[in-house]
């Protein structure tokens, strides 16, 4: 009667396992969801402005669902588009990445790459994520020039280890952004410097949330933070959040939108649009894109 019990209750974690494998990566990493923000940055007494933050779509050949999901944030008539990183993850990428973003090209728009735009995934085991000092992998290059040019092209601001100001919604913007900390690329110091006194609004652009990055531009006055890269965590304990961010960003702040601490700036992390190829799953953590409606303080 116990060895019946027992091969009761191991059949049946078994199956709650297999259950909750197959809703992580066939159902939830394919619920793509429009978060909504308040942010209250803006000068007293002005109208809102629309950011519209998309990062991490990993996009690979045939993924029409999301690219289709992607176009039709174009109904959100943004005043600004902003792009953090990690739009490929295949060598033929960019025909699905540019299907994706071609109705938002008309609007204001800037970005900044991620390690997974410059090359390839390559298989790792999950619980390396839990290492702090885990080595990266190189996998096979990406055409991330051929990304760019078109981007640029667009009008879109490349803020990889560049700072610029853009006119959104009527308001003069003033951007920095670093190409991606991850994988050591970035150079704030050489962008560095306080906002400009004539800028309406200032916002800061990073893939991987490194707290040594946000801390830089929190201090020269920017207003608001954008980043992408910890996918929210990706698998999450219902109740507990994020286990890692694969970054030295705190697990609380693993998405959504926070005060950045011991400053005025507020940052925003996006929980990101896919996963890496190799572990296609997501619980309580579902796929985002950020609808940021800046407001006054």
């Known amino acids: 009667m116990r060895k019946r019990t027992l091969f009761r209750l191991a059949a049946g974690t078994v199956a709650a396992g297999a259950a909750t494998l197959a809703y992580a990566s066939l159902i939830e990493r394919n619920l793509f969801t429009l978060r909504r923000y308040d942010v209250p940055v803006l000068a007293t007494d002005t109208e809102p402005l629309r950011v519209l933050h998309l990062s ?57 790459f991620g390690s997974n735009d410059y090359t390839g995934p390559v298989w790792k085991n999950p619980f ?34 560049a700072r ?56 020269d006055g920017f207003d608001l933070l954008l980043a992408g890269h910890t996918h929210g965590g990706q698998v999450c304990v219902p109740g507990v959040g994020a286990l890692v961010t694969n970054c030295d960003l705190p697990r609380h702040m693993a998405k959504g939108l926070h005060r950045w601490p ?14 890496h190829p190799t572990a296609p799953v997501r619980f309580a953590c579902r796929p985002e894109a950020s609808l940021l409606t800046l407001i006054p303080r």
């Open 56 to 112: 991490d779509l990993h996009m690979t050949p045939g993924q029409t669902r999301k690219q289709d999901w992607v176009a039709s944030l174009a109904a959100t008539d943004p005043d600004l588009v902003v792009v953090t990183g990690d739009n490929m993850a295949h060598p033929e990428a960019v025909p699905g990445v540019l299907r994706a973003l071609q109705p938002l090209l008309d609007y204001p728009g800037a970005f900044v």
């Open 128 to 161: 390396s994520y839990f290492l702090p000092d885990r080595e990266y992998t190189e996998g096979v290059a990406l055409p991330f020039e051929e990304l760019r040019e078109v981007l640029i092209a667009a009008g879109w601001a490349d803020l990889n280890n």
């Open 164 to 219: 610029t100001s853009v006119k959104a919604g009527g308001r003069l913007v003033e951007l920095v952004g670093v190409d991606d900390p991850h994988i050591e690329q970035d150079d704030y110091p050489s962008v560095a410097g306080p906002v400009s006194a004539q800028a309406d609004l200032s916002i800061g652009l990073t893939h991987s949330p490194e707290p040594r990055i946000l801390d830089a531009m929190a201090g």
């Open 262 to 275: 011991g400053s005025e700036s507020w940052l925003h992390v996006t929980a990101g649009l896919g996963t």
